[in-house]
Nanobody, 127 residues
Framework: QVQLVEFGGGLVQAGGSLRISCAAA????????IAWFHQGPGRVRVFVAC????????DDAESVKGRFTIYRDNAKNTVYLQMSSLKPEDTAIYYC????????????????????WGQGTQVTVSS
C-alpha cells in the first residue's frame, strides 16, 4: 500500500510555470506506476500524464504535450509534474495516482487501474 500527498499548487499567471509534487509514504514506491489527473470546475477528472516504475517511459495527454513534463525520483519517493506555458484552462485540482505493475518497464497508461489516490492540489491560472 502507498499513501500519496500532492503539494506545490497555487496561483500563477497565464504563460507562467509551476511544479507540483506527489510524495509517497511507504517503502515500495518504486513498484508503482504513477499518473497525474486533473479535474476542472464542473468537469470530470481527466488524464494528464503518467510514468512507469523506473521513469524511463512517459505518456502525456495531447492538451499538455510540449508544455508539461512528468518525472520521478524514486530515492525521494516523489513524482513531479513540471508545467510551463500555463493556460487558464489548465485551472483544476491536480491528483496523483499510483498503480502496481509487475515490471520496471510497465506503464499503466491513461486508463490503467490506479488503486491509490492523493487528496489533490489546486492549480489556478489567471488570464
Amino acid at each position: 500500500q502507498v499513501q500519496l500527498v500532492e503539494f506545490g499548487g497555487g496561483l500563477v499567471q497565464a504563460g507562467g510555470s509551476l511544479r507540483i509534487s506527489c510524495a509517497a509514504a511507504g517503502r515500495t514506491f518504486s513498484l508503482y506506476a504513477i499518473a497525474w489527473f486533473h479535474q476542472g470546475p464542473g468537469r470530470v477528472r481527466v488524464f494528464v500524464a503518467c510514468i512507469n516504475r523506473c521513469g524511463g517511459s512517459t505518456d502525456d495527454a495531447e492538451s499538455v504535450k510540449g508544455r508539461f513534463t512528468i518525472y520521478r525520483d524514486n530515492a525521494k519517493n516523489t513524482v513531479y509534474l513540471q508545467m510551463s506555458s500555463l493556460k487558464p484552462e489548465d485551472t483544476a485540482i491536480y491528483y496523483c495516482a499510483a498503480g502496481y505493475t509487475e515490471k520496471n518497464d510497465d506503464s499503466l497508461g491513461p486508463s490503467g487501474r490506479y488503486a491509490y489516490w492523493g487528496q489533490g492540489t489546486q492549480v489556478t491560472v489567471s488570464s
